[in-house]
């Protein structure tokens, strides 16, 4: 899954994918700071908490990282379930000033990730991560961040470990990762008695993986985007329409653009017409830039810087930041349609966010065992910089629960 997530970036455009581009939120209602009183519902007592400054008016994206000589909320000693694959100082890692920064948004401070506060909110609902690996990814960091409120237990785990369910019993809490490589339905093509690595999509179907649990979930994070980096032919319903980056005569490329716009329009319907959901919380995660340098994956690129760069220094602003673009715009065009259903979809946008850290990735310490000398400049190493995803869901979390908009 990993060796295939990462050929995928073999194409030069996915590189320091990150770029500048000011989008304004339409959906985003000013309001002012003001200071509320919650009462939270914890096992055994109602508890009082003070949230001061909580408002919409902060666009909680726009910002930057300033230095934080605190220790991080978790280690690799104090969290038991960071993954191999994440755990660089297991694999050798020794710079630690990646721990020590925060986000700061330009107008507001945010809080320290709380375990008891997100426990506290998300009690007796489930939680699921839609996507692939770097889905997977923030999935595990907020198992980490939890953790350190109440143990989680594993009570679901498929065989390839890509899907799998955790509890907090005390917080009657559940929280999934559903793999999805393409949100759409896909089959893997075959040639020859083995698989391509290239997939038909259909496009009008959403894939069963995670819309048979929509009924369980309150909260939804969707995020897919890597995937998509390759051949791949797109149907609807029965007809074969075009393909993606291929070269077939008498076929139309279609573009990698248009596939993930439908892709995510085909998710968001299925939510908005679902029946037998709740009131579900959308998020869109948008594009998380991966940072080959001096080469691509293949070609000896690799990730080896020790700090974040400035915004004005985040390079390669190719046309990738299209992509974040385009779920832009699909969150805005489903948030329009869950209006009157009562239905809540968000973004998560971290693209600029994470354009700035290009230190917080695996690089040559991810345990890649199949392809030694390898960077993984894709994913996040746990603790690290894409804790902060966590800290600003966290902050979605509370303005919905205590209608700040
Ligand atoms: C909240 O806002 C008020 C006025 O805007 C400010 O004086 C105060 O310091 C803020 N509190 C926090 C915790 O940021
Ligand atoms: C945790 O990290 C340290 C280096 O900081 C490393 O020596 C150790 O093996 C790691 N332990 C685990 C359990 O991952
Ligand atoms: C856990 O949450 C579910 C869903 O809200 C609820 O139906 C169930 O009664 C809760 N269980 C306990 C033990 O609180
Ligand atoms: C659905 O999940 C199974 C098991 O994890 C996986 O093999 C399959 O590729 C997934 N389907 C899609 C379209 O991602
Ligand atoms: C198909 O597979 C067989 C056996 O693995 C191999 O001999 C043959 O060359 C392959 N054909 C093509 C077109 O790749
Ligand atoms: C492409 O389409 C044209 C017209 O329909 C047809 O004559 C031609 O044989 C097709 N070429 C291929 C390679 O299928
Ligand atoms: C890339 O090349 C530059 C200039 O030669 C060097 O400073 C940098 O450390 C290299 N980065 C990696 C990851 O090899
Ligand atoms: C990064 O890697 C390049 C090439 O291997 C090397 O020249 C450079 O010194 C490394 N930088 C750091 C900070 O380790």
């Given at each position: 899954m990993e060796r295939s997530l990462i050929n995928m970036?073999?194409?030069?455009?996915?590189?320091?994918?990150t770029a500048i581009l000011t989008i304004v939120f339409t959906f985003y209602i000013l309001n002012y700071p003001r200071t509320i009183t919650v009462q939270e519902y914890s096992q055994t007592n109602i508890v009082t908490r003070h949230y001061e400054n909580v408002s919409r008016s902060c666009n909680l994206f726009k910002g930057q990282w300033i230095p934080d000589m605190r220790d991080t909320l978790y280690t690799n000693f104090s969290c038991t379930t960071i993954p191999y694959r994440r755990n660089c100082f297991f694999h050798?890692?020794?710079?630690?000033?990646?721990?020590h920064w925060r986000w700061k948004p330009e107008q507001c401070e945010i809080p320290r990730f709380s375990s008891k506060t997100f426990l506290s909110i998300v009690q007796g609902k489930t939680m699921a991560f839609v996507g692939d690996s770097l889905a997977r990814n923030q999935m595990d960091s907020l198992l980490c961040l939890l953790s350190t409120e109440e143990t989680p237990k594993e009570v679901y785990k498929d065989a390839e470990d890509r899907s799998m369910t955790w509890e907090f019993p005390k917080h009657n809490f559940t929280l999934m990762a559903l793999w999805s490589q393409f949100l759409v339905s896909a089959t893997e093509t075959m040639f020859n008695g083995s698989a391509t690595g290239s997939f038909d999509l259909h496009l009008d179907k959403v894939d069963r993986n995670w819309s048979e649990k929509l009924p369980f979930i309150d909260y939804a994070i969707f995020s897919d985007v890597q995937w998509f980096f390759r051949q791949h032919y797109l149907y609807e319903g029965s007809n074969l329409i075009g393909c993606i980056l291929c070269q077939v005569p008498n076929m139309t490329d279609l573009g990698l653009n248009f596939a993930i716009k439908r892709a995510f329009q085909a998710a968001f319907k299925q939510i908005n017409e679902?029946?037998?959901?709740?009131?579900i919380f959308t998020v869109l995660r948008t594009f998380s830039p991966s940072h080959f340098e001096n080469g691509t994956w293949n070609t000896g690129g690799g990730c080896n810087r020790t700090q974040p760069v400035k915004i004005e220094d985040?390079?390669?602003?190719?046309?990738?930041w299209e992509l974040r673009k385009i779920q832009v715009e699909e969150i805005e065009t489903a948030t329009e349609k869950g209006e009157y259903l009562g239905n809540r979809f968000e973004i998560l946008d971290i693209t600029e966010i994470m354009g700035m850290r290009p230190d917080g990735h695996p690089g040559l310490y991810g345990g890649n065992t199949w392809m030694t000398g390898y960077s993984d400049c894709i994913h996040w190493c746990l603790p690290g910089p894409i804790d902060v995803w966590n800290e600003l869901l966290l902050e979605m979390i509370k303005r919905q629960t205590y209608s700040l908009n």
């Open positions: 970036c073999n194409s030069a455009s996915v590189l320091f994918c050798g890692r020794k710079d630690e000033d990646f721990l679902c029946k037998s959901c709740k009131n985040v390079i390669g602003r190719d046309s990738n």
